[in-house]
């Protein structure tokens, strides 16, 4: 694989990072934004390139297996997203975030691996959950908290 196309591939993963940590900074206010999602894609994409680079050139030498690398990845994220979460009363926040934060990771990975339009749809995809679900799940809550109210 040629420089010029991994550094597509890095840059794609980081723009794709970026654009779902957007909502998160704007709309949610969470302190995990557009830097933090775009680094976790990144650096996602960073490992997986790796892994499949040497994976590639010691084929047959030693006995290497790229998935450890997205193996270590999902439980490195899982890491800091449990960072970002924290219980106020009896309630969880954070954990939204943390979710997104775990798929900008697989983002990541997956534009690492050469699949880009499953990228691309999976980040308008969790572009649709943060902004489509924000509003449909707040008017269920209202309509349903009403509904307990009234009886």
């Not at 997104?100 to 691996?113: E, F």
């Given at each position: 694989m040629s420089e010029v196309i991994m550094f597509g591939q890095l840059f794609l993963s980081a723009l794709l990072g970026l654009v779902v940590g957007t909502e998160r900074a704007l709309v949610a206010k969470q302190s995990a934004g557009m830097r933090t999602f775009a680094l976790v894609s990144l650096g996602s994409c960073l490992f997986t390139l790796a892994g499949i680079t040497v994976g590639g050139q010691y084929l047959g030498y030693v006995n290497f297996d790229p998935t450890r690398v997205m193996s270590a990845i999902v439980q490195g994220v899982g890491f800091i997203g449990a960072g970002l979460m924290f219980v106020q009363g009896s309630s969880v926040h954070g954990i939204t975030t943390a979710?997104?934060?775990?798929?900008?990771?697989?983002?990541?990975?997956?534009?690492?691996?050469?699949?880009?339009?499953?990228?691309?749809?999976?980040?308008?995809l969790t572009l649709l959950i943060f902004f489509g679900l924000w509003y449909i799940e707040h008017a269920f809550k209202k309509w349903y908290h009403g509904h307990v109210e009234d009886e």
């Open positions: 979710a997104g934060l775990w798929v900008s990771a697989a983002l990541g990975v997956l534009v690492g691996t050469g699949m880009y339009s499953l990228a691309i749809f999976a980040a308008a």
